[in-house]
């Protein structure tokens, strides 16, 4: 718990009724907690008021509403209003059917959402007074102050791009001091974000959720359609801006993402979710990667040539693509890049509180230290003692061992040495989309059969999709090529060249997604098809006892990495509570469990 002072303020930033809805809580512009709505309600990507993240936020601070000065929210419902009517309008009468279905729910909720943020936190405290504390943000400013706000620098472009906010899907500001200011923007309906999530719905995966997916299966396909998509598409301007032909596109007016046109383009419509994924779904994946990373590439030359500012930072939905943070940093085109860990619409709550205390009540930052940023690792959720992880496995009635500390780090290395997967539920829970070490299953990179058994009978998901690796900071160069810490697995970079593994005659013959299967290099559970790998670096700093944990494992095996993956299984949010974390074991493959000190096997020798 955190003690108050009267001079203290306290700031809450709230996002919700989009996706990904989340709570964070500042102190003096110090991030005390944040966390995901679906962390506690158990609905993945959930879009509700966040009630039990707020919750949790103010009991982490030991505070109420009452003692908070603001409640800031990510975004500014009348400009997104503006949107709507403005977009019907030109692109009437097409999309009527969807314009009456909308309607009403604007008329009813989010035009007036002041009263409906009022209703809400009212449940949380009756009479609750909310009039002279609220504030609104506006979306891209609330992603820009959660990237720039938090990192190691005095001054940065900061660089968000995703679907849509109000009105911007793209926008560059500069960060300087506890300033933000606006340079140029790309608006709707011309959205990068929005065109890879059109090919995510065109290849089967759910929008604003199976991206990821798409990134993961890009690497089995071929470039084939770039041009296609280049000619038709997305015009490319040198500097990295764009324009969407939105004849092919039905998400302005239409409930779909994509239109006949779009399916004439490519000659078929789109796959049926679940059904088989065809080589042409994987060439898709990789030619709208390649034409992301132009993007991306083409804008962050232009715009280190244009402002000459040394750094940059990025966030929204677009910078969760670890492949274009990967070539970005790799290029050099700035001399640091620092990438928010909760850069989708979660991380806008947090980003909503600090405008709401640097820009509105012109608050100084906290002194910059090189090299090192302000997120706390991203372990801002809730913790739980041991006291309470005992009385959930008494409840449950399970078998149980009580360790030391330094018995759960070894019997937890052992365990992974004997290729054993295991659940690992540490400390306070992660804030953003990866698990870095408190909510995470691990197993042993060394082995080949460990990708498809986290696959198929823990994780239940897609035999493509890679695993990341968490390797001891001092030891990623060892590894990888990578040139700067990534503490966030938000780059991916190349195995190092001496460890991969060149395929034979046979195995080049191998074409599709069999070729999951083939052994790519001394570490193949974290090689992923194309040689690379979406890295975790993990400092003794940052979290200690994941640290000690690979440490040992490295000491037992010669190799300081592991395999991580979120401790949850298909569909599901990750973890938060013990309870959470004991139902995914007893329902998985799962070989042991790591909760807090005590140890869970599914089968006891003796």
């Known amino acids: 718990m955190i003690s108050r002072t009267s001079s203290e303020m306290w700031i809450l930033g709230i996002s919700a009724y ?11 512009g110090v991030v005390v907690a944040a966390a995901q709505e679906e962390r506690f309600n158990r609905k993945k990507h959930c879009a509700d008021f966040p009630h039990q993240a707020i919750e949790y936020c103010l009991s982490e601070a030991d505070i109420t509403l009452e003692q908070l000065d603001n409640i800031v929210f990510y975004d500014k419902p009348f400009l997104k209003f503006e949107r709507l009517l403005e977009t019907y309008h030109a692109f009437a009468p097409s999309g009527f059917r969807s314009f009456v279905r909308a309607m009403p729910v604007w008329l009813k909720e989010k035009l007036f959402q002041k009263r409906l943020l009022t209703q809400e936190i009212q449940t949380l405290t009756p009479g609750f007074d909310l009039r002279q504390r609220l504030l609104f943000s506006e979306h891209h400013l609330s992603h820009a102050a ?19 906010g109000e009105w911007a899907t793209t926008s560059v500001m500069l960060g300087e001091g506890n300033a933000i200011r606006s340079l140029k923007e790309i608006h709707f309906p011309h959205s990068l974000g929005l065109l890879y999530s059109a090919f995510t719905y065109f290849t089967g995966f759910e929008v604003n959720a199976g991206e990821y997916k798409l990134m993961g299966l890009a690497p089995y396909g071929e470039p084939k359609y770039v041009d296609l998509i280049k000619e038709h598409l997305i015009d490319i301007a040198d500097d990295g801006s764009y324009r969407l032909d939105m004849r092919y596109f039905n998400y302005c007016t239409g409930l779909t993402m994509t239109n006949k046109r779009f399916d004439k383009l490519f000659a078929r419509g789109p796959r049926q979710p679940e059904s088989a994924i065809t080589q042409m779904d994987m060439d898709l994946a990789r030619s709208i990667q390649m034409v992301t990373e132009e993007v991306v590439m083409k804008m962050a030359s232009s715009l280190r040539q244009e402002y000459e500012v040394e750094n940059i930072c990025l966030a929204g939905g677009v910078a969760l693509n670890s492949v274009a943070n990967g070539r970005l940093v790799r290029s050099g085109l700035f001399d640091g890049v620092w990438i928010q860990p909760a850069a989708g619409d979660a991380g806008a709550a947090l980003g909503a509180a600090l405008v709401g205390y640097h820009l509105h009540h012109q608050q100084s930052r906290q002194p910059v230290v090189a090299g090192r940023d302000a997120m706390r690792g991203t372990y801002l959720g809730p913790a739980f003692s041991n006291d309470n992880i005992q009385a959930v496995l008494d409840d449950a ?45 691990l197993g042993d990179p060394r082995s080949a059969k460990t990708q498809s058994l986290m696959n198929q009978k823990i994780k239940f998901r897609e035999s493509f999709r890679p695993f990341a690796p968490s390797v001891l900071a001092e030891d990623a160069q060892d590894y990888f090529e990578l040139p700067q810490p990534s503490p966030y697995m938000l780059l991916v970079a190349p195995v190092l060249a001496g460890r991969c593994i060149a395929p034979g005659d046979e195995e080049r013959a191998v074409t599709g997604i069999d070729r999951v299967s083939l052994v790519r290099s001394d570490i193949p559970a974290v090689t992923h098809v194309d040689f690379t790998a979406r890295i975790q670096t993990v400092s003794a700093e940052n ?21 991580n993956t979120s401790f949850n299984i298909r569909d599901e949010p990750i973890v938060c509570a013990p309870q959470d974390a004991l139902r995914c074991f007893q329902k998985t493959a799962m070989d042991e469990l790591y909760l807090g000190n005590y140890c869970l096997k599914k089968k006891w020798s003796g």
């Not at 290729?419 to 953003?432: D, L, S």
């Open 146 to 164: 959660s990237a720039f706000y938090p990192s190691p620098f005095d001054k940065a472009l900061i660089l968000t791009m995703d679907g849509v």
């Open 543 to 563: 979290n200690p006892q994941y640290y000690k944990l690979i440490k040992c494992f490295k000491e037992l095996s010669g190799y300081g990495v592991v395999v």
């Open 18 to 28: 989009y996706h990904d809805s989340a709570a964070a809580l500042i102190r003096d």
């Open 397 to 441: 009635g399970v078998a149980y061992q009580l360790l030391t500390d330094d018995e759960l780090i070894v019997a937890a290395a052992q365990a992974l040495v004997d290729e054993k997967v295991i659940g690992w539920f540490q400390g306070r829970m992660e804030f953003g989309p990866r698990a870095l070490g408190n909510r995470s299953i």
